[in-house]
């Protein structure tokens, strides 16, 4: 079946731009996560959802960054007015349920700021 | 979620040797996950370890979690080309939800 989705796969903006990326999760997959994996780096916990209970935010950088999830499927993280150091690869994974396993990531976002 | 350390943070073999990753912790852990990512791609779940000293075997690749589990290694029989990537030792069990906390990852080059 398809896996997990996510859009763009590239994305070049100017310093203080805001950008919107996108996850679709494997259907039927009530637990998201957001994750940040800078050059050579394990990757950074951003954000989690679970279906319609509120997200654990701990991980957001910055009050720049958010994101959202409707219906309970599709999500949007967005990072507002970006810096250089925002520059990254964004991974998004979902799971059948929290604390399965396994959690399945998409190809991810890479976000360059200029 | 607690942090873990990996080593080494590089490791270059010839195609045939054996490869070890290791993976501490200060504190005891819940429970570890080994996650894989080749070049360019995304992680790819290898496996979950819960049980102190348990062994898990996958073909040519051995996990183990220590007595006390604080730690964990990943090692690599005879290792191949298609083995090339960056190996994850992850601490699954720092929530009720499974926050994956990850350690930095060592990248392994296999030289034909």
């Known amino acids: 079946g398809a896996g997990v989705s996510q859009s763009p796969s590239n994305k070049v903006t100017e310093k203080g731009k805001d950008v919107e990326l996108r996850c679709d999760p494997i259907?039927?997959?009530?637990?998201l996560y957001w994750y940040r994996q800078s050059l050579g780096q394990g990757l950074e916990f951003l954000i989690y959802?679970?279906?319609?209970?509120?997200?654990?935010k701990s991980g957001l950088p910055s009050d720049r960054f958010s994101a959202e999830r409707t219906g309970g499927s599709v999500s949007t993280l967005t990072i507002q007015r970006t810096q250089q150091e925002d520059s990254a690869v964004y991974l998004c994974?979902?799971?059948?349920?929290?604390?399965?396993?396994?959690?399945?990531f998409g190809p991810g976002t890479r976000l360059t700021v200029l | 979620g607690q942090q873990v350390m990996q080593i080494p943070q590089y490791q270059h073999v010839q195609e045939g040797e054996d490869f070890t990753t290791y993976c501490n912790s200060s504190?005891?852990?819940?429970?570890i996950q080994w996650y894989k990512q080749r070049p360019g791609g995304h992680p790819v779940f290898l496996i979950q370890l819960v049980k102190s000293g348990e062994v898990k075997k996958q073909k040519r690749l051995t996990f183990q979690f220590g007595e006390a589990k604080k730690n964990s290694s990943l090692h690599i029989t005879a290792t191949q080309t298609t083995d090339v990537g960056t190996y994850f030792c992850v601490n699954a069990g720092g929530t009720s939800y499974g926050k994956l906390t990850f350690g930095q990852g060592t990248i392994l080059t296999v030289h034909p």
């Open positions: 504190t005891t852990l819940s429970n």
């Open positions: 959802f679970q279906g319609n209970s509120a997200p654990d």
């Open positions: 994974a979902s799971s059948p349920r929290p604390t399965y396993n396994e959690q399945f």
């Open positions: 259907s039927g997959h009530t637990a």
